[in-house]
């Protein structure tokens, strides 16, 4: 079965993980702790933001209302966005970003490497296969420096420490599916996240051992963003992305 | 981004006669020099000082444009400027390592940089407070780079000359980029060809002054154009700049903001009005709009990334500690 319209909320809440992280990334752009990390930051940025534009620019088309990729990416209301709160997490220090990187990174290269391998969405499948190299690109380079930053200095330990303390709770919305998602995947265009989970656990697990990390036992998981419920930090966010398309409607830049 | 006609460089050396005249028999016969090669003290200073500044002036460089990442209009142009600005930190990064060639550290350069003892280019002093901005300074800036840089692929040094190869094709695709920027603005709304002219002003005259000082007053052009780290006086690329620069505004329909421009019939060049370079004296030595604000992020960065080179040192040592206590215990 090719992808139907209903398929593109699924789709969207894809995009908008990859929008969103790509352009937390592009703020370090001129602010990261050596010349070769700005490098690394922007390269991921790059490819997330490029896997967000190839999505919607699919969404858009299946959908075949005439929205383009910058409608969807722009042009949309907060509560319309339907990212996890994983991804707008603010930057905080780099051992926040690297680990919010390595829990989206691990969970993302296995979902890519699934979709590629099995979608009924031959677009879909051609997408996932480019973004599943990207992805495991970005869960060795993270996954590095969660190691480094976990068994380095007495402070970088303790940084990282605080940040899995706080992102740790927004992973849980990584693994639930949302109706449109449950009807993406009975229809074989996506994965079952929850199919995922063993691996992540597995993944998490061997590089908080390597970086002498203690696994948090964390009660409730926060969720939200897949029903476009963001925290306070998400319309800032967008205030910056949508500010020319804003200020300046309709005009082509 | 570029390198600006040389800021106050001291060429002065003190090595023999003989062993002078033997290098620039070299240079006249436009042998590249090698790391490893005997070179005047001079020669070395210089080139560390003006390989220094161009790598500056790339990190720096990044500031103003990073500017308008995060407010890109669209995901296209967003994306060409996160790579563009990335493009910039690997030019730096090349460039300094051209300069570690010379016996000069990455980190030394750095703390140079931040405490305002190096220089960069003036041209990042100035603020890019609209789109319209990135587009002028990828048409503009990076276009005057170009004039710069084409001559430096030539450079007698041969790291600087190699790196420059690279640079300047990446620079030629920015470039292009800009002007394309410029070129949507200038067939917009009128809202957005105002943008392009207001920008247009802005950065006119900065760009001018990138090729340094005029040729009557630049202290150190001489023994750099005989050793062959310059080919071409600041005066000489100025005007090459300004007679491509010219049509391309005529194209977009914009206006060059200078009143006393004319074409010479005679030269083939255009004649351009006086430049002040009291604005320039005063952004060089720490006067313009943006030089505190410039460095503040730049320490800021430095700062606040300590502790994770801290951590990353502390962890390598950790792993080579652990490889030889293995490797004992397997002997």
């Known amino acids: 079965m090719a992808a139907v319209e209903t398929h593109v909320p699924a789709i969207l809440e894809i995009a908008d993980d990859c929008l969103i992280l790509g352009h937390r990334l592009s703020e370090w752009c001129g602010h990261a702790p050596i010349l070769e990390e700005e490098m690394a930051l922007a390269n991921m940025g790059l490819d997330l933001l490029g896997q967000a534009r190839a999505l919607y620019a699919h969404a858009g088309e299946i959908e075949d209302k005439g929205r383009t990729e910058d409608d969807l990416a ?33 969970f993302m290269q296995p979902f890519w490497r699934d979709v590629a391998a099995g979608s009924t969405d031959a677009t879909l499948a051609g997408i996932a296969a480019k973004a599943e190299k990207e992805m495991a690109y970005h869960l060795r380079h993270s996954g590095e420096w969660v190691i480094r ?90 205030a910056e992305l949508q500010f020319m398309q804003r200020a300046y409607p309709g005009q082509t830049w | 981004m570029y390198s600006q006609g040389l800021i106050g460089a001291d060429s002065s050396t003190t090595e023999s006669e003989e062993f002078l005249a033997a290098f620039q028999a070299r240079i006249d016969r436009e042998e590249k020099i090698e790391p490893n090669d005997p070179m005047p003290e001079g020669y070395r200073r210089t080139l560390v000082r003006q390989i220094g500044q161009h790598a500056h002036s790339e990190i720096v460089g990044m500031l103003p444009e990073g500017n308008w990442i995060t407010r890109a209009p669209s995901l296209r142009r967003k994306i060409a400027l996160l790579a563009k600005v990335q493009d910039e930190g690997g030019h730096g990064l090349y460039l300094y390592s051209a300069a570690e060639t010379l016996g000069v550290s990455r980190e030394q350069m750095t703390e140079e940089l931040l405490s305002g003892k190096a220089k960069y280019s003036s041209i990042f002093n100035y603020p890019t407070p609209t789109w319209a901005d990135i587009g002028a300074i990828g048409w503009l800036v990076d276009g005057a780079a170009i004039m710069n840089q084409i001559p430096l692929c030539r450079c007698s040094f041969g790291p600087y000359a190699r790196a420059m190869i690279r640079v300047c094709k990446e620079e030629s695709f920015h470039q292009r980029q800009g002007y394309e920027i410029m070129m949507t603005l200038a067939r917009g709304s009128e809202e957005q060809k105002q943008m392009a002219q207001e920008a247009l002003n802005r950065w006119w005259w900065p760009s001018l002054m990138m090729f340094g000082p005029s040729d009557t007053d630049s202290t150190n052009s001489d023994q750099s154009m005989k050793w062959k780290i310059k080919r071409f006086s600041n005066d000489e690329l100025r005007q090459k700049f300004i007679t491509a620069t010219v049509p391309q505004a ?37 006067n313009g709009q943006m030089n505190r604000d410039r460095i503040r992020d730049r320490n800021q960065a430095w700062d606040d990334g300590a502790w994770v080179r801290e951590a990353a040192l502390a962890n390598a040592r950790k792993r080579a500690d652990n490889q030889h206590i293995a490797r004992e215990a397997a002997e």
Not at chain 1, 202 to 208: G, K, P, Q, S
Not at chain 2, 257 to 286: M, R
């Open chain 1, 74 to 106: 722009f042009l949309r209301r907060e509560r319309e966005y339907r990212n996890c709160l994983l991804v707008e997490r603010r930057n905080g220090d780099f051992a926040h970003t690297m680990l919010r990187q390595f829990y989206f990174a691990a």
């Open chain 1, 149 to 238: 930053m976990g068994d380095g200095t007495e402070e970088s330990a303790r940084r990282m420490a605080d940040a899995v303390i706080e992102l740790h709770r927004y992973t849980g919305e990584l693994f639930m599916a949302s109706p449109a998602r449950q009807q993406a995947i009975a229809s074989g265009l996506l994965p079952d996240p929850e199919s995922l989970r063993a691996e992540w656990d597995e993944t998490i697990a061997a590089v908080f051992n390597e970086a002498k990390l203690e696994m948090p036992e964390i009660r409730v998981m926060q969720k939200g963003g897949r029903d476009g419920n963001h925290g306070e930090d998400m319309g800032h966010l967008l």
């Open chain 2, 250 to 286: 005529e194209y977009l329909g914009l206006t060059v903001p200078d009143p006393d421009l004319k074409w010479n019939e005679e030269t083939k060049l255009y004649d351009h009005g006086e430049i002040d370079w009291s604005e320039f004296k005063a952004v060089v030595s720490g």
